[in-house]
């Protein structure tokens, strides 16, 4: 199995866990054990290894936009201004 790498936004540990929807079928998904970024959803049937790669492919901020949501949430939970963030700097996280 490919590694995962930290969290691209705090350095946490990744965690990839299989998700069972009520409808059928089964995905991946990983997230990050401190911060709860999310990492890409995978369409049902698509193995751990494609939703690691996934994971490992996202691209963490510049340090100019970890200075932006530092600034937005001084208590240095950055769940609530992440999304402030990427809307600001029009990227897709």
Same mark, same amino acid.
Request: charged share 20%; aromatic share 10%; hydrophobic share 40%.
């Given at each position: 199995?490919? /590694?995962?790498?930290? #969290?691209? !936004? #705090?350095?946490?540990?990744?965690?990839?866990? $299989?998700?069972f929807p009520l409808d059928g079928g089964k995905?991946?998904?990983?997230? #990050?054990?401190?911060?709860?970024?999310?990492?890409? !959803?995978?369409? %049902?049937?698509?193995?751990? /290894?494609? %939703?690691?790669?996934?994971?490992?492919?996202? $691209?963490? !901020?510049?340090?100019?936009?970890?200075?932006?949501?530092?600034?937005?949430?001084? %208590?240095g939970d950055y769940r609530g201004a992440l999304?402030? %963030?990427?809307? $600001? =700097? /029009?990227? =897709?996280?």
């Amino acid at each position: 199995m490919v /590694k995962l790498l930290p #969290c691209p !936004f #705090c350095g946490g540990a990744g965690v990839l866990e $299989a998700v069972f929807p009520l409808d059928g079928g089964k995905f991946w998904s990983v997230h #990050c054990r401190d911060c709860r970024a999310l990492g890409p !959803f995978t369409p %049902a049937n698509v193995t751990e /290894k494609i %939703a690691v790669e996934l994971w490992n492919q996202r $691209a963490p !901020f510049t340090q100019e936009q970890l200075r932006d949501i530092r600034s937005l949430d001084g %208590a240095g939970d950055y769940r609530g201004a992440l999304l402030v %963030a990427a809307q $600001a =700097s /029009k990227t =897709s996280y």
